[in-house]
T-cell receptor
């Protein structure tokens, strides 16, 4: 089955700096890669996703890049703000698995004001 | 609030007792999922259901059971056979068959006392 690894497990940045979180996956058939943000005590919420037919996607201060050959994808947050502090999860799934997501272990991002 | 509701928010169980966690959605989603979240770890899939009256085991199904008698409801029973049941449980739902956003409930924190 699919295995998703996520690094780093914790990340501390100064407000205004950029943050990068990286994930690797094992199943070359995976074609959907969402990122979820979970604030303390709250539910995970989708912040951005990318499909395997594109290499990069941006939404304001966040972007995701995908390298299918290397089987890795990354989340980039620019101009970080204290409200970006949360746990971020990457995930992967294949069409054959419907929407059965395999999640990475999570990254706790702390943005220091 | 989000269209998917879990109850209760906190649950305490004595060792040896079965307990059922509720998950209800009004998003008209066919697919529903149960994940377990432990501190510092990612979300691990317990069970999933793509359609009423059908469900499949996920990666960590041992000690758990589910039913899917109605489209809107996907209750999870944590049985006494689950060796380490204390955890945060998240229910999610999505459109069946396509890789799209999974919507999460707010979770139930189960503690065995």
């Amino acid at each position: 089955g699919e295995n998703v690894e996520q690094h780093p497990s914790t990340l501390s940045v100064q407000e205004g700096d950029s943050a990068v979180i990286k994930c690797t996956y094992s199943d070359s058939a995976s074609n959907y890669f969402p990122w979820y943000k979970q604030e303390l005590g709250k539910r995970p919420q989708l912040i951005i996703d990318i499909r395997s037919n594109v290499g990069e996607k941006k939404d304001q201060r966040i972007a995701v890049t995908l390298n299918k050959t290397a089987k890795h994808f990354s989340l980039h947050i620019t101009e970080t703000q204290p409200e970006d502090s949360a746990v971020y999860f990457c995930a992967a799934s294949t069409d054959n698995a419907g929407n059965m997501l395999t999640f990475g272990g999570g990254t706790r991002l702390m943005v220091k004001p | 609030d989000g269209g998917i509701t879990q109850s209760p928010k906190y649950l305490f169980r004595k060792e040896g007792q079965n307990v059922t966690l509720s998950c209800e959605q009004n998003l008209n989603h066919d697919a529903m999922y149960w994940y377990r979240q432990d501190p510092g770890q990612g979300l691990r899939l317990i069970y999933y259901s793509q359609i009423v009256n059908d469900f499949q085991k996920g990666d960590i199904a041992e000690g758990y059971s589910v039913s899917r008698e109605k489209k809107e409801s996907f209750p999870l029973t944590v049985t006494s056979a689950q060796k380490n049941p204390t955890a945060f449980y998240l229910c999610a739902s999505s459109i069946r068959g396509r890789n799209t956003e999974a919507f999460f409930g707010q979770g139930t924190r189960l503690t065995v006392v």
